[in-house]
């Protein structure tokens, strides 16, 4: 499965800087997976004849595309976000393994953060979700038997170069196969963070 390859079409076709990179997938071999693109920028809407006061700007809306490659396990998946970080930039790669939202007495917020995995914020950013057919299935699922949630930040083609120093990266924000590390085994815990730190800084840094 390449991600990156995907992520670095949408980048062209839509011509935005992008914010983050989020994958969410179930713990089931084979199984869609869904990409989310959060984009940095505003589009231009057409001024309505009716409203003259309207705004003439909106936020872009972030992608979502399901990805129906198939794959064997996590591990696959961790190595396909792990070379699109690398090669994007990124400074960290996350991995969050979330338990089923349904379980007794789990507070709100998990209800929530799986609402958001799966691009169905009800206080968020509106999505253009043409390209998920199998969105709904996969979230009915997910409640029962959690999921897994990868995040990161891309360098190349986002918002983030000049966040902070990096001298891994190249001079356009990216970095060039392969990515030295390799994939950590799930915790297999109720909820749990992992973290691959990608990114370094060689240089003294002076206050």
């Known amino acids: 499965m390449n991600i990156f390859e995907t992520i670095s079409g949408q980048i062209t076709a839509v011509g935005a800087p992008l914010f983050a990179v989020t994958l969410t997938a179930l713990p089931r ?3 869609p997976v869904l990409l989310l693109l959060h984009w940095h920028g505003f589009r231009r ?11 003439r700007h909106s936020p872009i809306p972030s992608s979502a595309m ?5 794959w064997a396990d996590i591990g696959a998946l961790d190595r396909a ?11 960290q790669l996350e991995r969050e393994e979330k338990r089923s939202c349904m379980t007794v007495g789990a507070p709100d917020r998990e209800f929530l953060e799986f609402r958001q995995a799966f691009g169905d914020d009800p206080f968020g950013e509106k999505l253009t979700i043409s390209e998920v057919p199998d969105r709904e299935d996969m979230m009915k699922l997910a409640a029962k038997v959690g999921y897994v949630r990868w995040q990161f930040r891309p360098v190349r083609g986002g918002v983030w170069k000049n966040a902070s120093k ?9 970095r060039q196969l392969p990515c030295p590390f390799g994939v950590k085994p799930l915790v297999g815990t109720r909820t749990s963070m992992t973290r691959y730190r990608l990114g ?3 240089s003294i840094v002076l206050p």
């Open 29 to 31: 071999a084979g199984t």
């Open 45 to 55: 809407n057409p001024p309505p004849r009716d409203i003259p006061s309207a705004p």
């Open 66 to 70: 399901q990805l129906n490659e198939r």
């Open 81 to 91: 976000m792990l070379d699109a970080a690398w090669q994007l930039g990124a400074w």
């Open 166 to 174: 990096d001298d891994s990266l190249t001079i356009d924000g990216s």
């Open 200 to 202: 370094r800084i060689e």
